[in-house]
């Protein structure tokens, strides 16, 4: 398994390494003009940002796999709390109806306080959040619950979006693959997968649940 996932590594760390100088030269050659009708030239610009980001967010995933992960006490109520926020807020100021909401335990007790790095975690958090409002309709409900038991905390965000295909589920933490249905929605296929590699490198598992 260690050898798999190593190759792995090696493979995107190549991806990246491909990807960035087509990248680059393709935005040299648009910032120094060219005969391109201005719409062309609009859609090219386009399209090397969004190949510079899914560059960097390659270059993030390889990193991460790798890199020590921060050993300190994190309030996972905490974080989810301010990300939830925050995704309100971006939801707001985009006129995108979306109802979110949390479950954490408070009684007896709250969430116990975990071992790792908050802004990973959060990172996590917020992708998943994330990924069920892109997938989901305006209206759409959204929520987050939280559970401990023998030491292990998890997390849960449920939604009432569009669901996964059962033929689809086993590959949707897998990088670059994107589901059939989820294509007319612009997406790198890297947000799970940066999710998937958060979450194991602070030791846990992710799981998916889904029907259309």
Not at 66 to 94: C, G, K, S
Not at 141 to 149: H, L, N
Not at 151 to 171: K, M, S, Y
Not at 179 to 188: I, M, N
Request: negative net charge.
């Amino acid at each position: 398994m260690r050898a798999e996932r190593e190759a792995h590594r090696r493979f995107l760390a190549r991806l990246d390494h491909e990807l960035k100088n087509p990248v680059t030269a393709i935005r040299s050659a648009l910032a120094v003009g060219s005969e391109l009708p201005a719409e062309n030239a609009r859609i090219a610009s386009a399209q090397a940002a969004r190949l510079a980001t899914l560059v960097g967010e390659l270059r993030a995933l390889t990193a991460l796999e790798t890199r020590p992960v921060e050993q300190a006490r994190v309030d996972l109520a905490a974080v989810v709390a301010e990300e939830v926020a925050a995704v309100r807020d971006e939801l707001a100021a985009r006129g995108l109806a979306r109802e979110i909401s949390t479950v954490l335990p408070t009684v007896p007790w709250p969430l116990p306080a975990v071992l790792g790095d908050a802004d990973l975690l959060a990172v996590a958090v917020r992708n998943v959040v994330l990924n069920a409002v892109k997938y989901s309709d305006q209206g759409a409900r959204i929520e987050v619950r939280g559970t401990d038991s023998d030491g292990l905390v998890t997390l849960e965000i449920a939604d009432t979006g569009w669901g996964i295909r059962v033929e689809d589920q086993p590959f949707v933490w897998d990088e670059l693959w994107r589901a059939q249905d989820a294509r007319r929605v612009e997406g790198s296929g890297l947000g799970l997968s940066l999710v998937r590699v958060v979450i194991e490198r602070h030791g846990g598992r992710v799981a998916l649940r889904s029907q259309p």
